[in-house]
């Protein structure tokens, strides 16, 4: 039950993404999906090996705001406020972070690839049928 063959509804007008474009056109199942998403959220980089990789925070500084996080008065806080408060980091690099690290690095049809869960034929033909979607979605 192709997008396609519903025609240009309301849903069509919200943004897609690739993985729901896998599962509801019959490339892969629930399961393997799910299998998938978090295989990507394992591969996932930390904000602290962010920083260092950018030379932000030496690996002395890391460890530092991890000790600090496991302080009593620091429970709850995460990585990114308590280095802030530490004057090792600004607001501003955090957000940097934080969409660098939401953008994965491992694309889902890429571990789905790995799995074997997909083809590479397979995957041609959903990105081929995804990109179409977009491109109608950039029109509305």
């Known amino acids: 039950m192709g997008y396609f063959r519903l025609g240009l509804n309301n849903r069509m007008r919200e943004k897609m993404h690739f993985s729901t474009y896998l599962l509801e ?3 892969v199942t629930a399961e393997e999906l799910e299998s998938a998403l978090r295989e990507q959220q394992t591969l996932r980089p930390t904000l602290g090996e962010l ?4 030379g932000w925070v030496s690996r002395k500084g890391i460890f530092k705001i991890l000790r600090s996080q496991y302080k009593a008065s620091q ?8 280095a802030v408060g530490l004057d090792m980091l600004t607001v501003l690099q955090v957000d940097e972070l934080v969409l660098s690290q939401n953008h994965p690095s491992n694309f889902i049809g890429e ?20 990109n179409k979607i977009l491109k109608i979605q950039n029109t509305l």
Do not use: D, H, T, Y
Request: glycine letters at 12%; a positive charge; zero cysteines.
């Open 25 to 27: 056109n019959e490339f």
């Open 111 to 130: 571990i789905l690839l790995s799995q074997g869960k997909l083809s590479v034929s397979s995957l041609i033909k959903a990105l081929s049928g995804f």
């Open 75 to 82: 429970k709850g806080k995460r990585f990114g406020e308590i």
């Open 51 to 54: 920083a260092m990789e950018r």
